[in-house]
C-alpha cells in the first residue's frame, strides 16, 4: 500500500485571497508557491510547472 494512505503523507498549502479595489489579490502568492513547489520536490512529485507556471494558473482560476 501507498505510504500516503498508511501515514498522512501529503502536500497541502492553504493560500489567502482578498477581494480589492484592483480585484483579487493572493496574500504572499510567491512564497506559497514555492513552499508548494518545495514540498512537492521533497516527496519527488512530479512537477513539471515552475513556481510562475503554478502562480499564473492559479491567476487565470479565479478569473
Known amino acids: 500500500m501507498s505510504h500516503a494512505l498508511h501515514y498522512g503523507t501529503s502536500v497541502f498549502e492553504g493560500i489567502r485571497c482578498y477581494d480589492s479595489h484592483k480585484g483579487p489579490v493572493v496574500f504572499r502568492h510567491r512564497e506559497h508557491m ?3 513547489h518545495d514540498s512537492a520536490k521533497i ?3 512530479p ?3 515552475s513556481v510562475d507556471e503554478l ?3 492559479c491567476r487565470e482560476s479565479d478569473s
Open 55 to 57: 502562480m499564473e494558473a
Open 47 to 49: 512537477v513539471s510547472q
Open 43 to 45: 516527496y519527488r512529485f
Open 34 to 36: 514555492q513552499r508548494l
